[in-house]
């Protein structure tokens, strides 16, 4: 059966928890976590490209030359698309961009995106600590022995208030609850630093 080591504030193992069976898997299925991502990525996108057509554009009230004897192209307005200052054919146009996928690759998907951090070892585990912080230097200490690399999010359930306001102004260190991290929150950040509660709350998440 695949463990998950545990650790305390200074780094050292304490203990560890048993995955469930065939949970996780050898090989990451990485055809979900692919068709997560692009949805979360569209979702995230602002759709506010816009482009105006003839119809919006000023001008073009007066015929610019007369119809026959130039011999050049008919033309009935400067806004014509051919004209500089003219409307733009076929440009974008605000919208929205957000799609669903089905609920069972979204939980597919935050599996498997735990699974290759697993893999990775970049996932660490640590004990709920309830003691109050008021200061950043403290918090970041933790961080330091843990030895974290690169992007971080922390959940941490289970832990005291207190560490939402010391771990503000760490650079490249964020923190979310378990109800509300996905699979790109996971695969877009390096180390995966969860709590004991949090990461029974993920394994329910993942198994309902």
């Known amino acids: 059966m695949e463990t998950l080591t545990v650790l305390n504030k200074q780094g050292k193992q304490t203990g560890k928890i048993e995955l469930p069976d065939g949970l996780f898997l050898k ?5 979900v976590l692919h068709q997560a991502v692009v949805m979360y990525r569209a979702a995230s996108r602002q759709g506010t490209a816009s482009t105006k057509e003839r119809a919006f554009v000023s001008g073009g009230g007066v015929k610019p030359y007369r119809q026959k004897g130039t011999g050049r192209a ?14 733009v054919t076929f440009g974008p146009h605000p919208r929205d961009y957000r799609y669903t996928v089905p609920k069972k690759i979204k939980r597919a998907a935050l599996r498997e995106s735990l699974n290759a951090k697993l893999k990775a070892d970049e996932l660490f585990c640590i004990e709920e600590f309830k ?15 843990l030895k974290l690399k690169g992007k971080i999010l922390a959940v941490l359930d289970g832990c005291d208030e207190s560490v939402l306001l010391a771990s503000r102004n760490i650079p490249r260190f964020e923190i979310k609850r378990s109800e509300d991290i996905n699979a790109y929150d996971i695969l877009s950040n390096k180390s995966i630093l969860l709590t004991k509660t949090a990461f029974q709350k993920l394994i329910k998440r993942i198994q309902s």
């Open 27 to 31: 090989h990451v299925n990485t055809q």
């Open 74 to 87: 008919r033309v009935g307005s400067t806004r014509s698309p051919l004209f500089q200052g003219g409307g």
């Open 131 to 145: 003691d109050k912080f008021s200061k950043t230097k403290e918090f970041a200490k933790i961080l330091t022995s």
